[in-house]
């Protein structure tokens, strides 16, 4: 009889605890949507807590590596900035247990036609793979910015074109970033090792994180920096 008791209470402390954890969950998510609404409303910009038609820009931004992969996206903030249409979302990376949420920045730039491209920061893994023939567009002229990144893309003529000295230098004292290009937009988010930070940012943007509401400000002005890079490159 004790022992069908004490079992009782297990199983009634185990739901307890779970009913605790997903309490807190949920009131986590609720309060960074509130949070990300006024910060929306200090920007000037549209929020939506979770994805909405209307909040949506361009179908052409699906065409971004990123959006191929994962299309869940909450949190969404759109408007118009000076690089032009913008869109910053908590977007799903992944699937199942190796999922995990990530804020990035799109940016529509009207008329670049941008060829399809990923950057992003280099690590042992795709050394690894480069000599077993994985592909990586180096620049001999900036040997720093190779070691730094990984750059991949079908028109190899078209990319390097793009990657001009600006960029170049531009990346080789930027680390950390990730940025994907196609046609018109450009995405932007932080995907350097895991557990490391952008270089001069503190702590605050962060390896598959998404980006507290209180750095969304300036999560935005850095990426559309970035952003602007791309916009005045001589493509």
């Known amino acids: 009889m004790f022992a069908a008791a004490a079992s009782d209470y297990t199983a009634l402390w185990f739901f307890l605890v779970v009913a605790v954890v997903i309490g807190l969950i949920f009131y986590q ?8 609404e006024r ?3 200090e920007l000037g910009l549209r929020f939506e807590a979770k994805e909405a ?16 992969h994962s299309r869940a996206r909450s949190n969404i903030l759109s408007g118009r900035r000076g690089t ?11 699937s199942g247990k190796n999922s995990y949420m990530q804020t990035v920045a799109c940016f529509h730039l009207r008329g670049r036609g ?24 180096d620049f001999e002229s900036s040997p720093e910015f190779s070691r730094s990144y990984q750059l991949r893309g079908e028109d190899e ?11 170049l230098h531009f990346f080789t004292g930027e680390k950390g970033w990730t940025v994907e290009g196609a046609g018109d937009w450009l995405c932007v988010f932080f995907t350097g090792e895991e557990g490391s930070t952008v270089e001069g940012a503190g702590d605050r943007y962060r390896f598959a994180s998404t980006v507290s509401p209180k750095d969304i400000r300036a999560f935005l002005d850095e990426t559309e920096a970035v952003a602007q890079q791309f916009a005045r490159s001589r493509w």
Do not use: C
Request: avoid cysteine; charged fraction near 25%.
């Open 114 to 137: 941008l060829p399809k491209f990923e950057l992003m920061p280099e690590s042992w893994g795709h050394k690894l793979a480069q000599a077993f023939g994985y592909k990586d567009i």
């Open 29 to 36: 998510a609720r309060k960074r949507a509130q949070d990300l």
């Open 84 to 94: 032009g249409d913008i869109f910053l979302a908590d977007v799903r990376v992944g």
């Open 157 to 167: 003529t078209g990319v390097r074109g793009l990657f001009g000295a600006d960029l």
């Open 53 to 68: 038609k209307e909040a949506l820009p361009d179908p052409g931004f699906g065409a971004l590596p990123l959006f191929q």
């Open 39 to 41: 910060v929306a409303q």
